[in-house]
């Protein structure tokens, strides 16, 4: 790294040249000014925004090339020509390449004004100056009403975390690339984790370094999206810039240090029982290392764009790779290795396009994605401890096995996008992604094979692909009133979701001879030396057998027509329709219709209400495993029966359908004095969610499991709150500062548990409840702070996270049956975490034009969830992963250079 730093301040000295002051003004083509607009010397870091009169002032270098920028705007280059004064009119509409704004198919609509709530997102800008380096991390502390926490044993979500937007299901929010559907992971959340039952979009496969923004409309959008788009749709927009290479370098660490006498609480809380803790302060860690920093996180990224042609056309391509290690927080001896899983990962992503001709172009964009992640299971104890899982000639004192997978996510999308004579613009795209996620158990064994065990499995694993291909028209009739816009179009999507078996000793059990239990009537299981049953499987995670393989289709069809009318310049009225068929559960009618009327150019109110809907995902609907599920230290084999099962039927378990939605919002919008303000109230009533049940009795049913669990259209919900984001910008001179206050109030409230004959505590417990209810905080609120001056910037962030209240792991151990069992168990099993504080804090400084140095520190006050718990955590560290998570306080530094 210090030669890397050494290399880049050697070049920019040779290219230091003569400097001018720049000002002027930017305005649209009705003389508007534009607040917040982009000035950005090409090539380098320098840059400013024009304040509330639209206008900047900007010292650059002589010869220096100019890029004016407004979202809704088509960008102008101007190179500097020894004018000081330079006044800029940007044309509403898009450059090449460009996309709509998301909540609208008209490109005569922006962020500003439209009739829905949408954040925009500066991700190159945040991620130059916080040191996180995920996108869920970031948009974590960005956008209020997103939410997403890293797990801890919790099998496959410690390696994808689960995001929500709105306190929903990770699977309720559309996620776009560019306004494309972008494919879901292969991965369902099973065990110990938010979102327990659903599937979602691994939003960490895409470089942040790949970004332009991120748009994040929060409201409901099935009708004009598809499925999913219940909670809202997330679009990331990529780079299309054409000027050089930038890229940074960062690294940081996470601090040991828990702080407190935590160490001491524990034993207390325990009644004179001292059971044995790892990883406290940063000692006694199951690696052997005393340290007092962990997690070490090594990030390289390079972006390089250039012109294609003179007319417009581009290419850019973003590499990164990540490095970041495992953490490790204090645990119980059943839990040595609770922490953060370790991650190695190489992303790439291009974006290009070229006119053909006038009135043509063709463009794609795409990557891949690839990562190795490391992440402990629960600890198995010694054969003398009277734990038989261990083989004691393999681990004599027990082991800790290691969940490896290697994940790999690749998507390609191309289309060609012309503009007709009769003023309509076609678009015509097919999409190409899919998720390959693939379980390898590290340092393990398989009891039943004894000593001739090997320490190592390939557990198998699965995949999901999806192939969208679409046909969208567009025209803006600007003769209509205050401008009409029409959009229609179709879609048609094929998803494949497979399971894959892994090696025979990761899922089998052998017998007394070292042969594969096929037939128990003739086969004597192996035992120990007191006669007991010695379990089968990769310890830690027992592999996918064939008996589990899927391999299974389904296609979709869907049609819409989206119209906005502004009926006046003040009234904007909106209106779409989507009829969708499944080929595997029928058909689908959904619409929606926004309004927004600015009382004055200030003011504006806003207001929509909509249908929508999310199809079962063919895991939830296929998805079998036989698994581990610990209570306190216990194993309990149980079987996650798949929805078609014979298994799931003999349980009165209904197969599933979608899931159905009403959306209501009502907010308004002020700008006025450099403040931006928008509040926005909603409503979500969604009927028949698809949950994970609780665990029902399956013993004797002779399916290789004590218990058995299933995905079920169990329960009806209904989530209300209010978002709330204030931004205020100004400029002094040469002093410019920015405060930002963001906030999100959530309630969600169980309607209706759809248990019918079932026992309603075996179905649907309040454990599971609680799992629902803490997707999100009750809110969230985010103040920012930003100050800059010359080549100096400083921006703090404060996070306050209110109380989160969970149903802790007594409910499985000891599982309710009536409502008196239940009253009993919330009185003693009812864990409530404080509200929390998270201050994070960075200062940059341009060493020059090309070189920007950051410093800073995330969590700088090493806040944790509190009062930390006894074992009974569902992930059997000392709490639960929920508003900040359990890493503690990061430190970090990177260099950023641009050229």
């Known amino acids: 790294m210090r030669l890397l730093l050494l290399l880049f301040l050697s070049f920019s000295c040779l290219t230091v040249n003569a400097q001018t002051t720049i000002s002027g003004t930017l305005t649209d083509v009705n003389d508007e000014v534009l607040i917040g607009a982009s000035v950005m010397e090409i090539g380098t870091f320098n840059g400013t925004i024009t304040d509330i009169d639209g206008n900047y002032t900007l010292t650059v270098s002589d010869g220096a090339v100019l890029k004016f920028s407004y979202i809704g705007y088509k960008s102008k280059e101007i190179a500097v020509d020894g004018d000081a004064t330079m006044n800029v009119v940007l044309e509403s509409g898009v450059s090449l390449g460009e996309v709509q704004v998301v909540g609208s198919r008209s490109y005569n609509r922006t962020a500003t004004n439209s009739p829905v709530a949408i954040d925009i997102v500066d991700i190159a800008e945040i991620a130059a100056e916080n040191g996180k380096v995920e996108i869920n991390q970031i948009l974590q502390y960005a956008a209020p009403s997103f939410n997403a926490t890293k797990q801890s044993g919790s099998d496959g979500a410690d390696h994808i975390d689960p995001a929500s937007l709105r306190g929903l299901g990770p699977d309720q929010t559309l996620v776009l690339i560019n306004g494309k559907r972008r494919h879901q ?35 409901g959008a099935s009708a004009q999206y598809g499925s999913d788009a219940i909670a809202g749709v997330i679009n990331i927009v990529l780079k299309d810039q054409t000027d050089g290479v930038n890229g940074s370098i960062s690294y940081g660490a996470h601090s040991t240090n828990v702080g407190g006498d935590f160490a001491q609480g524990i034993f207390d809380s325990q009644d004179g029982w001292e059971p044995a803790l790892f990883n406290v302060e940063g000692e006694n860690r199951l690696d052997g290392e005393d340290r007092s920093f ?36 204090p645990g119980f001896e059943w839990r040595k290795g609770y922490g953060s899983a370790a991650i190695e990962g190489f992303n790439f992503m291009a974006n290009a396009a070229m006119p053909l001709g006038e009135n043509t172009e063709v463009y794609a964009f795409g990557g891949r994605n690839f990562r190795k992640t490391d992440a402990y299971a629960f600890t198995r104890g010694s054969f003398e401890e009277g734990d038989n899982r261990a083989v004691p000639s393999l681990y004599p004192n027990g082991f800790t096995p290691h969940i490896t997978s290697t994940i790999t996510d690749a998507s390609v999308s ?30 393990t064994n398989n009891a039943s094979l004894g000593a001739a065990s090997p320490t190592s499995f390939d557990a198998g694993g699965h995949s999901l692909a999806m192939n969208t291909t679409s046909l969208n028209f567009n025209k803006y009739f600007d003769e209509a009133l205050g401008g009409l816009n029409v959009a229609f179009g179709v879609e048609s999507r094929t998803e494949n979701f497979e399971i894959f078996a892994g090696e025979e000793g990761s899922y089998a059990t052998y017998d007394e001879n070292g042969v594969a239990i096929n037939n128990p009537a003739v086969q004597n299981p192996a035992v120990d030396e007191n006669g007991d049953l010695l379990s089968g499987g990769s310890q830690g995670f027992p592999g996918y057998s064939p008996a589990n393989a899927v391999n299974e289709y389904r296609t979709n069809f869907g049609a819409f027509i989206d119209v906005e009318l502004n009926v006046t310049d003040a009234f904007l009225v909106s209106a779409a329709t989507r009829f969708e068929r499944y080929s595997d559960f029928g058909n689908t009618f959904n619409a929606k219709t926004a309004l927004r009327y600015a009382i004055n150019d200030d003011f504006s109110v806003r207001g929509s209400v909509s249908t929508g809907f999310r199809a079962p995902s063919l895991a939830q609907v296929h998805y079998n495993l036989v698994f581990n599920n610990f209570v306190v230290g216990s194993s309990v084999r149980t079987l996650l029966a798949s929805n078609t099962s014979t298994v ?84 002094f001179g040469k002093h410019g500062m920015n405060v930002g206050l963001a906030g999100n ?34 809110n969230k609120f985010v103040l920012n702070l930003g100050y800059n001056i ?12 209110s109380e989160v209240e969970i149903q802790d792991f007594q409910w499985v151990d000891s599982p309710a049956t009536t409502d008196a069992e239940a009253e009993a168990l919330e009185a003693v099993a009812t864990d409530i975490y404080e509200a929390a504080y998270v201050f994070d804090l960075s200062v940059s400084y341009d060493i020059t034009k090309n070189i920007r140095l950051t410093l800073g520190g995330n969590n700088l006050f090493n806040a944790y969830p509190t009062p930390q718990f006894d074992g009974w955590t569902d992930q059997g560290g000392f709490s639960d992963s929920v508003q900040m998570g359990t890493d503690g306080a990061y430190l970090f530094g990177r260099i950023g250079f641009n050229f």
Do not use: C
């Not at 979102?195 to 895409?206: C, E, F, Q, V």
């Open 185 to 219: 992971s292969s991965l369902v959340n099973v065990f110990g984790t938010r979102g327990r039952g659903n599937t979602g979009t691994d939003l960490n496969a895409i470089p942040a370094a790949a970004i332009k923004r991120i748009e994040i409309l929060r409201d």
């Open 745 to 778: 109030m959530n309630r969600l409230t169980i309607q209706d548990i759809n248990n019918g004959d079932l026992n309603r505590y075996t179905f649907f417990s309040p454990f599971s409840e609680a799992y629902l209810k803490a997707a999100a905080p009750r």
């Open 414 to 443: 191309a289309g060609i996008k012309h503009d007709m004579a009769n003023g309509w613009t076609v678009d015509f795209n097919n999409t190409f992604g899919k998720n390959y996620f693939h379980y390898y158990i590290e340092g």
């Open 294 to 329: 962990d997690g070490n996180t090594v990030k390289v990224d390079l972006n390089y764009g250039a012109k294609l042609g003179d007319n417009g056309g581009f290419v850019n391509v973003t590499t990164e790779l990540l490095k970041r290690d495992r953490t490790l927080r």
């Open 790 to 801: 010359s080549k100096f910037s400083a921006n703090v962030a404060l996070t306050r996270f």
């Open 648 to 731: 799931a039927k003999a349980f009165g378990i209904e197969p599933l359908k979608q899931e159905t939605a009403v959306n209501y919002g009502l907010g308004f919008t002020f700008s006025k004095f450099g403040l931006t303000a928008t509040v926005d109230a909603y409503s979500i009533d969604i009927k028949d969610r698809i949950i994970l049940t609780d665990y029902f009795d399956a013993s004797s049913l002779n399916v290789g499991a004590d218990a058995a669990q299933f995905f079920a259209n169990g329960v009806d919900t209904r989530t209300q709150g209010i978002d709330i984001v204030l931004n205020y910008r100004k400029r």
